[in-house]
């Protein structure tokens, strides 16, 4: 089975294991060499060093022999004559004399046991001839001083002193010839020993060199084994770190491929499974994000117990529907009207998302939408509500243009444009709806009051309503305009209802006196000072035409010349009230 369908232990074994192997082989080499190495280190030190100091005392022993001769014949040649003097001295000379043939036997023996060493590279041939002259200069020495010797003793006991003295030197001569023979050798045999010094030096060096390269070798054998392996575990985790960066910034189209059958593999293979998972999950969570909105899926998906029991929370809401509706509808195919609609829907949900709204549901050409916890903070829900709805409302002239040629036609047969409803109160959140089916969404007075300002944006010409909570909460964070006080069904007290007019600071000077004058209007209004309140309003025309609260409360203030309001009018017009 390859390396790389290996588990991951067994891969770990096997690096260990061939580092190891590669360090006993380096280990064997370098014992191995050293040996060889020890080898030629003893042979220099117990056999060339040896051997040539045997030649040296051999020439020192040739001296001794000579000293000793010269102590023999003198003490012969005393009179009287010391015969037990002479005896010792002849003792004397005789071993002085066969050391020296021990000596050369002694180099002669070490110089064949180099030449019979098979494991050591000398030079054998030059060995071979040193220990032929050795023999030979001991041999000739030897010949020669035997009969100059039974010459001299003969010479000594016959008292002939001119005669020994001849003999003497004649042996002095041949002890001088054996001397420089002896030299020579020594030289030649002192050649041998730096040879041989050489070779263990050499050898040494050798040895260095390759127990270097050999663990040189080894250390790039075992770093590129290792590196084989440890890039077969690598690579994977690798590309399972890339592939969860990947799902991290969500995207999970990437596939991880298993090259190996070790866990990494299995892991890699469980990975593609989670992906695919991931892959079928996301589908499912981008085919609701159609129905219902992503955040919403996202909640109920990370905390599902908050949607099954419902919570109650204070939360802004916004109810935002096509004006001329119905009239527009009645004209057109259905697949026109599905591609008009649709637009619209586009079109107007993009400034809603856009400021973290939640839509919760499309209900004809309405939009219902909420903010609030825990999509946001609490302190800025009403004033992101009152920027969508700015926002949609500069989407209208656009829309206008857009709606005809969306169609094929020159005109719409009917002027569409925007009403939008802004309350903010305490509603209920969760899942309402059947065992079968259910729907998360907000329930409570506020989404109603919401509802109902929407339809008011009829009977004022205004196109966006918002409660007086909601005006509150938005605080300068908008430029508002009170339009009047208003008695919804079923609440005990009527409340203000504000016009948002645009953002902080973006008036023009038309609409800063329009907004001066209907205040002063508002004001005389509510004091029954109806001719000053007519004044007030008509002004307010002026400034600005067409303003639709105007005309609303110059219409009520007319109908009230002809039937007064009753003693306890509170100024507020009532939504049941025709």
């Given at each position: 089975m390859p390396i790389f369908n290996q588990s991951i232990r067994r891969k770990i074994v096997g690096i260990a294991l061939g580092l190891i192997v590669l360090m006993l082989v380096t280990s064997i080499l370098s014992m191995v060499m050293s040996s060889q190495v020890g080898v030629l280190l003893d042979e220099l030190t117990n056999r060339y060093i040896p051997a040539y100091g045997h030649l040296a005392r051999t020439n020192i022993r040739s001296l001794e022999r000579a000293l000793a001769l010269r102590r023999m014949v003198m003490t012969k040649m005393q009179s009287p004559s010391d015969e037990e003097a002479y005896a010792a001295r002849l003792r004397e000379f005789e071993e002085t004399d066969r050391r020296i043939e021990e000596e050369a036997e002694g180099a002669r023996r070490l110089i064949n046991a180099i030449i019979d060493d098979p494991r050591t590279p000398s030079d054998n041939a030059a060995l071979a001839r040193i220990e032929i002259r050795i023999e030979t200069a001991v041999t000739d020495l030897r010949r020669d001083l035997d009969e100059d010797h039974a010459r001299l003793l003969k010479q000594v006991d016959a008292r002939q002193m001119a005669e020994a003295r001849g003999t003497l030197e004649h042996i002095d001569a041949l002890r001088d010839q054996f001397n420089q023979k002896i030299d020579a050798i020594r030289g030649d045999m002192l050649t041998q020993v730096f040879f041989s010094t050489a070779q263990v030096i050499g050898h040494q060096r050798q040895a260095m060199i390759i127990s270097g390269i050999v663990t040189m070798l080894a250390a790039i054998v075992g770093f590129v084994f290792a590196l084989l392996v440890s890039s077969g575990i690598t690579r994977p985790v690798r590309l399972l770190l890339a592939g969860t960066r990947e799902v991290e910034a969500g995207r999970f189209d990437k596939a991880i491929t298993v090259s190996t059958q070790d866990e990494i593999g299995e892991l890699a293979a469980a990975f593609n499974r989670m992906i695919e998972q991931l892959r079928h999950n996301?589908?499912?969570?981008?085919?609701?994000?159609?129905?219902?909105?992503?955040?919403?899926?996202?909640?109920?998906?990370?905390?599902?117990?908050?949607?099954?029991?419902?919570?109650?929370?204070?939360?802004?809401?916004?109810?935002?529907?096509?004006?001329?509706?119905?009239?527009?509808?009645?004209?057109?195919?259905?697949?026109?009207?599905?591609?008009?609609?649709?637009?619209?829907?586009?079109?107007?949900?993009?400034?809603?998302?856009?400021?973290?709204?939640?839509?919760?549901?499309?209900?004809?050409?309405?939009?219902?939408?909420?903010?609030?916890?825990?999509?946001?903070?609490?302190?800025?829900?009403?004033?992101?509500?009152?920027?969508?709805?700015?926002?949609?409302?500069?989407?209208?002239?656009?829309?206008?243009?857009?709606?005809?040629?969306?169609?094929?036609?020159?005109?719409?047969?009917?002027?569409?444009?925007?009403?939008?409803?802004?309350?903010?109160?305490?509603?209920?959140?969760?899942?309402?709806?059947?065992?079968?089916?259910?729907?998360?969404?907000?329930?409570?007075?506020?989404?109603?009051?919401?509802?109902?300002?929407?339809?008011?944006?009829?009977?004022?010409?205004?196109?966006?309503?918002?409660?007086?909570?909601?005006?509150?909460?938005?605080?300068?964070?908008?430029?508002?305009?009170?339009?009047?006080?208003?008695?919804?069904?079923?609440?005990?007290?009527?409340?203000?209802?504000?016009?948002?007019?645009?953002?902080?600071?973006?008036?023009?000077?038309?609409?800063?006196?329009?907004?001066?004058?209907?205040?002063?209007?508002?004001?005389?209004?509510?004091?029954?000072?109806?001719?000053?309140?007519?004044?007030?309003?008509?002004?307010a025309l002026e400034s600005f035409p067409g303003d639709g609260p105007s005309r609303t409360l110059l219409a009520r203030i007319a109908q009230f010349d002809a039937h007064p309001p009753a003693a306890d009018w509170d100024g507020a017009w009532r939504l049941d009230a025709k």
């Open positions: 996301e589908r499912i969570r981008e085919t609701f994000g159609r129905y219902i909105d992503p955040k919403v899926v996202q909640g109920l998906i990370d905390r599902p117990e908050v949607a099954m029991d419902g919570q109650r929370r204070v939360m802004t809401i916004m109810f935002c529907d096509m004006s001329g509706f119905t009239s527009m509808s009645e004209g057109m195919t259905p697949r026109g009207l599905v591609k008009v609609m649709n637009h619209y829907f586009t079109v107007m949900s993009g400034p809603i998302r856009n400021n973290r709204g939640i839509i919760d549901k499309y209900i004809g050409d309405a939009i219902m939408s909420y903010w609030g916890p825990p999509f946001i903070e609490e302190d800025e829900q009403a004033l992101l509500a009152g920027l969508a709805a700015i926002e949609m409302a500069e989407q209208v002239p656009a829309l206008q243009k857009q709606l005809p040629d969306l169609l094929g036609i020159r005109a719409m047969p009917v002027p569409c444009d925007l009403r939008i409803g802004i309350a903010t109160g305490e509603v209920l959140t969760g899942s309402i709806g059947s065992e079968l089916m259910m729907s998360f969404t907000v329930m409570g007075d506020a989404v109603n009051l919401a509802s109902r300002l929407d339809l008011v944006n009829k009977v004022y010409g205004t196109r966006i309503l918002i409660s007086q909570a909601t005006a509150d909460a938005i605080g300068a964070g908008l430029e508002l305009r009170e339009i009047d006080r208003l008695a919804v069904a079923g609440q005990s007290a009527p409340q203000a209802i504000f016009e948002v007019m645009g953002k902080t600071g973006m008036l023009s000077a038309a609409q800063e006196s329009l907004r001066l004058h209907y205040v002063a209007g508002l004001a005389a209004y509510r004091l029954r000072c109806f001719d000053e309140a007519r004044i007030a309003f008509n002004a």
